[in-house]
């Protein structure tokens, strides 16, 4: 049997979406140690057929409908805000109000992309970790290895269109495997949505460190009507952001917003199955 060439593959990560699932390390005392356990983590990635790894961040800007849902989800709890002016900043002592806070997470996501880059600068290995969304700078995207990353400076707010962003760029520069790591229903559904735009193997690895799932989204098969209409499907019956539907609700409006939308030619040039 010959030997097949490996893959050439890629890791995309949500880095607000890691934040999460490392929380407030047991044994880290300031947000250095902190930054040193995520960047492990991102570092995991890299292997013999993997050379790449981004990580995309969500923006916090201010008078906004998303940022009016985020002050929603807090309820009764009040939030902190600890400016990390360096490494050896005391980890606050109650997490969840810290990261409730919208301008200490974006803090905490500007140190974190300077730490990356900083770290990944000044190792031996050749493989590329490029970052974008955290920093101050809306736009700024950086390479560890200086790669032209100038296609990837972008206001996207969300990091779920920055993945999609990310993940077609890495298409064109050959990368055949992507892995998009996120806990983001929104982003199967983009994802969904692009496939036929991307990478010929698309994976999206979403859960817990005790319980990972792999979705093959390469190997979803559903028509074209619905792969076009999904985004809209999906912004109508599970977003938050969304009012529901007088007299339906989300759940139950989804048949009642396919059927709608069919009607209206929304997919018209594709053919249903």
Same mark, same amino acid.
């Given at each position: 049997?010959e030997?097949?060439?490996?893959v050439?593959s890629?890791?995309?990560?949500?880095?607000? =979406?890691?934040?999460?699932?490392?929380g407030?390390?047991?044994?880290a005392r +300031?947000f250095?140690q902190?930054a040193?356990?995520f960047? #492990?983590?991102?570092?995991?990635?890299?292997s013999?057929?993997c050379?790449?790894?981004?990580?995309v961040?969500d923006?916090?800007e201010?008078?906004t409908i998303?940022?009016?849902?985020?002050? @929603?989800?807090?309820?009764k709890s009040?939030?902190? #805000?600890?400016?990390i002016?360096?490494?050896d $900043?005391?980890?606050?002592v +109650?997490?969840?109000q810290?990261? %409730?806070?919208?301008?200490?997470k @974006?803090?905490?996501?500007n140190?974190l992309?300077?730490?990356i880059m900083?770290?990944?600068?000044?190792?031996?290995?050749n493989?590329?970790?490029?970052? =974008?969304?955290?920093f101050q700078? #809306?736009t700024?995207?950086?390479s560890? &290895?200086g790669?032209?990353?100038?296609?990837?400076?972008s206001? /996207? %707010?969300?990091?779920?269109? #920055?993945?999609?962003? /990310?993940?077609?760029? !890495?298409?064109?520069?050959?990368f @055949?495997r992507i892995?998009i /790591?996120?806990? %983001?229903?929104? $982003?199967?559904? !983009? !994802?969904v /949505?692009?496939a +036929?735009?991307?990478?010929?193997?698309?994976?999206?690895?979403?859960?817990?460190?005790k319980?990972?799932?792999?979705v093959?989204?390469?190997?979803? +098969?559903i028509n074209? =009507? &619905?792969?076009?209409?999904?985004?809209?499907?999906?912004?109508?019956?599970?977003?938050d *952001?969304v009012?529901? &539907?007088?007299?339906?609700?989300?759940?139950?409006?989804l048949?009642?917003?396919? *059927?709608?939308l069919?009607t209206a030619?929304?997919?018209s040039?594709?053919?249903?199955?």
């Amino acid at each position: 049997m010959e030997n097949q060439l490996p893959v050439k593959s890629c890791v995309i990560i949500d880095g607000q =979406a890691l934040v999460q699932t490392i929380g407030k390390p047991a044994n880290a005392r +300031n947000f250095g140690q902190l930054a040193a356990v995520f960047v #492990r983590s991102v570092f995991s990635h890299f292997s013999e057929t993997c050379s790449r790894v981004d990580v995309v961040f969500d923006r916090y800007e201010a008078s906004t409908i998303k940022d009016g849902t985020r002050l @929603q989800r807090t309820g009764k709890s009040r939030p902190i #805000r600890r400016k990390i002016e360096n490494s050896d $900043v005391p980890l606050p002592v +109650n997490w969840k109000q810290f990261i %409730d806070h919208p301008e200490s997470k @974006q803090d905490l996501e500007n140190f974190l992309s300077l730490e990356i880059m900083r770290r990944a600068k000044s190792t031996s290995q050749n493989c590329d970790i490029v970052t =974008a969304g955290g920093f101050q700078e #809306r736009t700024a995207a950086e390479s560890s &290895l200086g790669s032209d990353v100038s296609c990837l400076r972008s206001t /996207h %707010d969300e990091a779920d269109t #920055r993945i999609i962003l /990310h993940a077609r760029t !890495l298409t064109t520069q050959g990368f @055949q495997r992507i892995v998009i /790591h996120s806990r %983001d229903t929104d $982003v199967l559904v !983009l !994802l969904v /949505h692009f496939a +036929n735009q991307l990478s010929p193997e698309i994976w999206f690895r979403t859960g817990t460190a005790k319980q990972r799932t792999y979705v093959a989204v390469h190997s979803i +098969n559903i028509n074209q =009507a &619905l792969s076009k209409t999904l985004p809209a499907f999906r912004a109508l019956t599970g977003c938050d *952001t969304v009012s529901q &539907l007088c007299g339906s609700g989300k759940n139950n409006g989804l048949e009642e917003i396919q *059927t709608t939308l069919l009607t209206a030619g929304w997919p018209s040039t594709c053919d249903s199955q």
